[in-house]
């Protein structure tokens, strides 16, 4: 059984530029989540879909969107890139409801210059 | 609202060491507790997890008992190893059941010395 890809695994950006990030969930998974990992305020939650809907969404201002395709996979994109955006965004692939584990690609590194 | 509180690091121990690594939480409803891990340059991997009061969740030596009364989910390891060395994150699950948002503790750092 395939993990969870995520692509790309590194990208350099300059700042005001916009990116989108893919990730592709385990068969049969219906969630996805996205989190981003910074050294100063640890993993935090963006957002999460389940169905091509947006169940739930964290406290990251509007140039960070999502949206999930009928097959489940996923994109995000952060649009008006800024230094601070500099981190690792985990994609997590969850088979449904909630209270059930993650499971997680190896990110994509995104540095903005 | 829901909140993870993780021991700070890093945590330097010999090989064969016992383990401790301390985890409470704050959650309304009923949570999932997990401990993920996480290597250099890797995503997490999900160590163990408990989805229940009194629930012991272990994997590779790893144990954790999911403690409502104190609200801990501490980690432990009889005799690590230098592979052991990693980052490892206490999460917990959103009480309702309703989404699959998870809540970080801010991650604990473990070198293990041969």
């Known amino acids: 059984k395939a993990g969870v890809t995520q692509t790309p695994r590194y990208l350099i950006k300059t700042r005001g530029q916009q990116v989108t990030l893919s990730c592709s969930p385990i068969?049969?998974?219906?969630?996805v989540s996205w989190y981003q990992q910074t050294p100063g305020q640890g993993l935090q939650f963006l957002f999460e879909?389940?169905?091509?809907?947006?169940?739930n969404k964290g406290n990251f201002p509007g140039r960070f969107s999502g949206r999930q395709f009928s097959n489940s996979r996923s994109e995000m994109n952060v649009s008006t890139l800024e230094l601070g955006d500099s981190a690792l965004y985990l994609c997590?692939?969850?088979?449904?409801?909630?209270?059930?584990?993650?499971?997680f690609g190896q990110g994509t590194r995104l540095t903005v210059v | 609202g829901d909140s993870v509180t993780q021991m700070e690091g890093p945590v330097t121990l010999s090989e064969e060491a016992f383990l401790t690594i301390n985890c409470t939480y704050t959650?309304?409803?009923?949570?999932?507790l997990f401990w993920y891990v996480q290597y250099p340059g890797e995503g997490l991997q999900l160590l163990l997890k408990?989805?229940?009061?009194?629930d012991k969740g272990s994997n590779k030596g790893f144990e954790a008992t999911y403690r409502k009364e104190t609200t801990s989910f501490h980690l432990e390891k009889g005799s690590v190893q230098v592979s052991d060395s990693a980052v490892y994150f206490c999460?917990?699950?959103?009480?309702?059941?309703?989404?699959?948002?998870?809540?970080f503790g801010q991650g604990t750092t473990l070198q293990v010395k041969p």
């Open positions: 408990a989805t229940k009061a009194d």
């Open positions: 959650a309304t409803g009923y949570p999932s």
């Open positions: 879909y389940f169905s091509e809907t947006q169940r």
């Open positions: 068969s049969g998974h219906r969630s």
């Open positions: 999460a917990l699950s959103d009480g309702s059941g309703n989404t699959g948002k998870l809540i």
């Open positions: 997590a692939s969850q088979q449904g409801g909630g209270r059930t584990e993650a499971f």
